[in-house]
């Protein structure tokens, strides 16, 4: 079982957790799958409710030139992708009732195992204590993460300098802009490649992306083309 549809509130859920950790409806670039899924709607996906899948709409919207030259097989339906059964939610009535499995798993009785030495339990709670007093101690390293960003400008009279000024502007705790490039994606269009830096809990990537996208008079659509560790 793949997507359902995407007019109602569950077939835009759907695609919505689908793309959260992906950049396309499968593989890890434009393919007919996306074609074939952006081909059903009838309007935009309501970004305040649907953030990922109106970042995917907006960035497979900029390549309806070069739709019919997408690998994939178009004779597809758009109802072959997105999650298989299993991946998909579990009905709650359908679901086993927690509170009949536990039942098995209570002791009425008691057991000798559960009585324990009161000089071991002192012994326990006071390692366990002075665990607890080092780890507070240590300052634990913030995450990072390495992102390269693909920011694709209008058409080929976007003035590139002005559109990359615009993105570095932005500046947040816990983001440093790093190295960038200008990348040829065609019909003499460059897209501007641009590295970051960001810490995972200060920085959210979607909400950098939705922040460049607001420079509707350069920017056209954004996307992840890497992200690692650091």
């Known amino acids: 079982m793949g997507f359902t549809d995407f007019i109602s509130d569950s077939g835009l859920t759907l695609l919505e957790k689908w793309i959260t950790t992906r950049s396309y409806i499968a593989g890890y670039t434009p393919s007919q799958a996306d074609v074939k899924c952006y081909q059903q709607f009838k309007s935009t996906p309501a970004v305040e ?11 497979i919207a900029s390549f309806e030139p070069e739709f019919s030259s997408l ?19 579990i009905n709650p009535k359908e679901a086993p009732n927690k509170a009949d499995e536990d ?12 009585e324990e030495d009161a000089e071991a339990a002192r012994v326990r709670e006071e390692r366990l204590a002075e665990y607890k007093k080092k780890k507070e ?7 990072k993460s390495i992102v390269t960003l693909d920011v694709k400008p ?3 009279e976007t003035d590139m300098k002005e559109l990359e000024a615009n993105v570095r502007k932005i500046e947040q705790d816990g983001l440093v802009w790093g190295a960038s490039k ?11 490649q641009i590295n970051l830096v960001v810490e995972d809990e200060k920085v959210s990537t979607d909400e950098l992306q939705q922040q460049i996208e607001e420079d509707e008079d350069h920017v056209q659509s954004t996307d992840i083309a890497a992200m690692q560790k650091l």
């Open 137 to 143: 101690g240590k300052t634990k390293p913030a995450a």
């Open 154 to 156: 209008w058409d080929d």
């Open 182 to 192: 200008l990348v040829a994606v065609g019909f003499g269009i460059k897209k501007l």
């Open 103 to 114: 039942d098995d798993d209570v002791d009425l009785f008691g057991s000798d195992d559960e």
């Open 71 to 89: 690998p994939g097989d178009p004779s597809k339906s758009y109802t072959a992708y997105g999650p298989e059964s299993t991946e998909l939610p």
């Open 49 to 59: 409710k649907y953030p990922h899948a109106y970042r995917w709409y907006k960035h």
